[in-house]
């Protein structure tokens, strides 16, 4: 089992910038793909970010990318999603994930959800 805890969601203005952080728990954390995915109220959820077990190899929505940024940090078994230029179509409830083997842009493979953190951007 993973345990996966985020934190840093919040309140914040179009244009401004906040920082997600995942800690993870249990197994290995270098043993999985690390992902980033959101869910708006009335929407399905959706595929923000994903980085592989070294940290090497990112992908990214078109909608975030160049905005967003997904790194992690194997010695403190965490992954972070810095958002920066954020808009008021980025409120979601933010939740990452890991998995052994995932499909690239999907929640495909992922085995483990954290809670989620509710991140809002007022225009």
């Known amino acids: 089992q993973v345990q996966l805890v985020e934190s840093g969601g919040g309140l914040v203005q179009a244009g401004g910038s906040l920082r997600l952080s995942c800690a993870a728990s249990?197994?290995?954390?270098?043993?999985?793909?690390m992902g980033w995915f959101r869910q708006a109220p009335g929407k399905e959820r959706e595929f923000v970010a994903t980085?592989?077990?070294?940290?090497?190899?990112?992908y990214y929505a078109t909608s975030v990318k160049g905005r967003f940024t997904i790194s992690r940090d194997n010695a403190k078994n965490t992954v972070y999603l810095q958002m920066s230029s954020l808009k008021p179509e980025d409120t979601a409830v933010y939740y990452c994930?890991?998995?052994?083997?995932?499909?690239?842009?999907?929640?495909?493979?992922?085995?483990?959800w954290g809670q989620g953190t509710q991140v809002t951007v007022s225009s």
């Open positions: 994930a890991a998995g052994s083997t995932v499909t690239a842009y999907s929640a495909l493979g992922y085995e483990y």
């Open positions: 249990g197994r290995t954390f270098s043993d999985y793909v």
């Open positions: 980085i592989g077990r070294s940290g090497g190899t990112t």
